[in-house]
């Protein structure tokens, strides 16, 4: 969130920011890296990816809803479902 400006001061940029988990058929790091490939084109709509390849999570710290998540991950060609929000 590098050079946005917000009106109010002591507001946290990332409040808005939401971990979110899915579920995606990765087999290998070439699966892993096709996510990781989808999800950086989105550049500073995502803030941070995390892949466990051995049980087949992928979380996305996003101001973006799941649903406009799961839709790019899918461009994959991977099975995908959402789990909901990290704790």
């Known amino acids: 969130m590098i ?3 917000y009106n109010c001061e002591g507001c946290n940029p990332f409040v ?3 971990v979110h988990e ?3 058929e990765m087999t290998c790091t070439g699966c892993s890296g096709a996510v990781e490939r989808v999800l950086g084109k989105l550049k500073e ?3 941070k990816v ?3 390849l ?3 999570k992928v979380f ?7 649903d406009e998540l799961l839709e790019t991950i899918k461009k994959t060609g991977k099975e ?3 789990v909901g929000v990290k704790n």
């Open 3 to 5: 050079g946005h400006t």
């Open 16 to 18: 808005y920011s939401t």
């Open 22 to 24: 899915f579920n995606v």
């Open 45 to 47: 709509k995502v803030e």
């Open 50 to 52: 995390e892949i466990d």
């Open 54 to 56: 051995d049980n087949k």
């Open 60 to 66: 996305v710290t996003s101001s973006m809803s799941a």
């Open 80 to 82: 995908s479902s959402y």
